[in-house]
């Protein structure tokens, strides 16, 4: 069986579908009956790597999301059954998809809450989008929020496959505290004790002016040295949110780094005192899960799917209550038999997740 995997709309790994799709990759193995072929755009010939030989095709289209959804619409089909594949994955699924699959078995892999994020229905290609999901025979999603998401808005709940995301625990797990007072993560040198939250800062979802402000409060009210370092892709909100920060009384302890890949989170979180992930509208919930593989206590927003993801292990706040957040960083500061239960259940947790399960179970269902 020959099975093609779409690269396109991925963000070139800086995104959460990037991060799947770099995952999922990485952790193929050989197997004898599946012949995985890549497809994308020529700057990501070199992106998503494996320890086994995987082809890639370059595709004739722009680095741009209207190119990209265009050649979805009109293209993609014809280079289908040039490249006789038999199956073909869409990681990006939200972003870029046929909306029919001729001659083949197209899978749209979903990881965020489309429709949710759209409720206002502003979002004309997610139309068309809702066309091709409609007429999928399969489809996954990574999480059964997400499974919601999509019957709510008219999806047949009887083709669709819930399929979380897994872990690579052999970058994220628990590791000494070697009582440094710095995190070298190149080019920086992080002084702890800080918070750490990663996470694109794309809009008022990811609610970083609410950690910023409920971090100010605790500050002010503790006196402790902590720090906030804020991590991931930037794009044109993100100059809100720098701007918030330097207008800050705490400006000094607000460290803001920017993109950062995927694999240098887990030396932040080795040194983190806890994770804290106010974002809404999450549909997977996988950073919580990574920085629990670290051996670090969560701190997290109540919504979407971060309870489905953390179970009963992390401290849950309201995303938009100031006071309820600063709280919960009190308390990882001040009790620390609280934090080694975390610490414990998160590991514990975090071990009923990974890519091979992940690889494994979606393989199974292909079949």
């Not at 083949?104 to 809702?130: C, M, Q, R, T």
């Not at 997400?146 to 590791?175: A, E, M, Q, R």
């Amino acid at each position: 069986m020959k099975i093609g995997i779409d690269t396109l709309g991925c963000d070139h790994s800086k995104s959460g579908n990037g991060s799947y799709l770099l995952n999922f990759i990485k952790n193929l193995s050989v197997n004898d009956d599946i012949q995985f072929e890549l497809f994308g755009l020529e700057s990501d010939r070199y992106t998503y790597k494996s320890e086994i030989e995987i082809p890639y095709v370059s595709v004739d289209v722009l680095d741009s999301k209207k190119a990209q959804f265009k050649w979805h619409k009109r293209k993609i089909n014809n280079f289908v059954k040039k490249q006789g594949y038999e199956v073909v994955l869409f990681p990006a699924a939200d972003k870029v998809l046929p909306s029919k699959c001729k001659n083949y078995l197209g899978i749209p892999v979903v990881n965020s809450l489309i429709f949710k994020k759209d409720e206002n229905n502003k979002n004309s290609a997610l139309h068309y989008i809702k066309k091709g999901l409609n007429n999928s025979e399969k489809i996954i999603a990574a999480s059964e929020l997400i499974k919601s998401d999509l019957v709510k808005n008219g999806i047949n709940k009887n083709k669709i496959k819930v399929i979380y995301n897994g872990i690579d625990h052999k970058l994220f797990f628990p590791t000494i505290d070697d009582g440094s007072e710095f995190v070298e993560v190149k080019p920086f040198a992080i002084r702890k004790p800080y918070f750490i939250y990663g996470s694109r800062i794309s809009g008022p979802d990811k609610k970083h002016l609410e950690l910023m402000k409920a971090f100010e409060k605790f500050k002010k009210e503790t006196g402790e040295p902590h720090r906030l370092v804020i991590s991931g892709y930037e794009d044109d909100y993100a100059k809100i949110i720098h701007e918030a920060a330097f207008e800050s009384e705490y400006s000094s302890d607000i460290f803001l780094t920017g993109y950062f890949p995927h694999e240098n989170f887990a030396k932040m979180y080795e040194g983190a005192a806890a994770c804290i992930f106010p974002a809404i509208n999450e549909g997977v919930g996988l950073p919580i899960l990574e920085a629990m593989a670290s051996g670090i206590p969560i701190l997290c927003s109540d919504s979407s799917s971060l309870k489905e993801a953390g179970g009963d292990t992390p401290i849950y706040f309201n995303s938009d209550n100031i006071n309820e957040i600063a709280d919960c960083m009190k308390k990882i500061v001040s009790d620390k038999e609280l934090v080694q239960k975390m610490i414990e259940k998160g590991i514990k947790r975090s071990q009923e997740f990974s890519w091979d399960k992940t690889i494994k179970e979606t393989i199974d269902y292909i079949k």
